[in-house]
């Protein structure tokens, strides 16, 4: 009965540290109308926060696919055809 209440405050601390983390990164990037930022900080380390919540949760991020997941075709004197 322990382990599963530890198990719950930890899974609620994890999400209150997800969502602070979130609320902070939205809040560096929104501008105000008159152009103004609410916040003005380097975001990298709140960023690294936030993956490492959402990886803790056992979520993953990724980010878009720069190429259409073909490989590249390249010749080489030792192969002659290989894949990048």
């Given at each position: 009965?322990?382990?599963?209440?530890?198990?719950?405050?930890?899974t609620?601390?994890k999400?209150?540290?997800?969502?602070?983390?979130?609320?902070?990164?939205?809040?560096?990037?929104?501008?105000?109308?008159?152009?103004?930022?609410?916040?003005?900080?380097?975001?990298?380390?709140?960023?690294?926060?936030?993956?490492a919540?959402?990886?803790?949760?056992g979520?993953?991020?990724?980010?878009?696919?720069?190429?259409?997941?073909?490989?590249?075709?390249?010749?080489?004197k030792?192969?002659?055809?290989?894949?990048?």
């Open positions: 009965m322990e382990d599963q209440e530890q198990s719950k405050v930890e609620i601390v999400v209150c540290v997800l969502l602070w983390s979130a609320t902070l990164l939205t809040l560096s990037y929104y501008e105000t109308p008159n152009g103004k930022k609410i916040v003005d900080f380097d975001p990298t380390f709140i960023a690294s926060i936030f993956s919540s959402t990886a803790s949760l979520f993953s991020i990724k980010g878009k696919k720069k190429d259409n997941g073909e490989g590249k075709i390249t010749d080489n030792e192969t002659k055809v290989t894949t990048q």
